[in-house]
C-alpha cells in the first residue's frame, strides 16, 4: 500500500467506529462506471456503491440539480408542504400501481416503516390485533433492531439480544412452510423478490405468485423489499414486476436518488390508511434538495429506458460469464440473477478470487463466502463487462 493510504488509515483507526472490514482502497473520486483512489488508480465499478449509482458517479445532469438546489432550499422538516417531495411522490407513482408514498433517509428506515404500516393497518383499519412479519431465511431487510430481526441471517443478530418480538422466519421458496407459519397474529410477509444479500438468489414464479395469492386469501399484507433489486436494476423498474404482482406495501432507497441518502415506502390506497398524521414521522426524509435530485434520477432512468437497458446488458453478462463457467466447471457452480444483478457462485471460497481481482482494478462483492456480486451502474458499457469475464477467466485458471 501506498504511504498515502496508510496515512488515511491510521487517521480513520484513530476516529471511526471499527464496524466495517473496509476493501483495501481509498475511494477519491468517480466519473461513470470508473472509481480512483487516492493514488489515482482506475478502477472499473461493478458494484455501483452497492446497487446506488445507477446513473454512474457524479452525473453532470444529477449535480447541476444538488447545486442548483442547494442554493434553493435544502432542508425545512416535514412541517410544510414542499413541492420537491411531490413532485418526486408523482413521478414514483407513474412507475407502479402504488397511490401514496412516505419519504425517509436509508433501506432500514423504509422497512422498519413498512413493519409499522402493517402493524398499524392491522389494528386500525382492520381491527385485528395481528403484528407477526414473516420474512425468508437468507434475507437481508437492515440493521435497525426491527429489521435486523426481519432479517433471516443469524449472523446479524449476534450480539443484539434480546431481539424485538413479532417476527417469524420460514425457509425461502417453501409455501408449505409459509401457509403453516401464518396465524390469526400475522400482519404481512416481508419479503425480496431477488435476494441480494443471501447470494443474488431470484425466488421462484411459482412462489411469489403463491405467496400474492396466500397473502389475499388470508387478508394480510404482501410486502417486498425492492431497496437492492428496484430502481431498474432487473431489468424491470420493480423487480415484482417480473413476476406479475403487485405488493400492498413495498421499500426502495439506495438508487433512489443515486447516493443521496433517501428511502421511500409506497403502498396501495388502501393499505396506506394505517398512517394518519402523527403515526409516522421523520426530520429529514424527503427534503427539497434530495428529493429533487430523486425526481431527476428517474426521469434520466425513464429517459433513458435504463430498466430495459438493464434486460440486455444483464443477458449479455450472463452469457459471457457462462462462457467462463464453461471453461472451469469445477470452478463455477451457477451464474444467477435478473438484469444486472448478479451472481457467480463458485465451488470454494472466493476471498482470494475477489482479492486478485481487485488487483487487476475490478471492484465487486463477495457475498455468502462464495458469491462474486456484480451490481454495476445500469450505464456499464459490454466492454467492461467483457474485460471483468476475460479476467476472471485468467484468475480462474491461475487457481
Known sequence: MSEA???????EQAAIMNTYGRYPLAIASGKGCRLYDCDGREYIDLLGGIAVCNLGHCREEIAEVIAAKARELVHVSNLFTQREQIELAEALKTT??????????SGAEANEGAIKLARRYMRTVK???AYEIITLTHSFHGRTLATLTATGQDKIKFGFDPLPEGFTTVPAADIVALRAAVSPKTAAVLLECIQGEGGVLPLPQEYITAVAALCKEKDILFMCDEVQCGMCRSGRFWAFQNYGVEPDVFTCSKALANGLPMGAVLATDAAAAGFVPGSHATTFGGGALVSAAATKTLA???DDRLAERAARMGDFAK???EDVRAQYPDKIAVIRGMGLMLGIELTFPGGEVWKKLLGRGFILNLTQDKVLRLLPP???EQEDLKR????LADVLGAI
Open 96 to 105: 407502479c400501481h402504488a397511490g401514496k408514498v412516505f419519504f425517509c433517509n
Open 388 to 391: 471483468f469475464a476475460s479476467a
Open 378 to 380: 445500469l450505464v456499464i
Open 300 to 302: 434520466i432512468m425513464r
Open 127 to 129: 381491527n385485528r390485533d
Open 5 to 11: 493510504y496508510d496515512a488515511l488509515k491510521a487517521r
Open 319 to 321: 452469457a459471457l460469464f
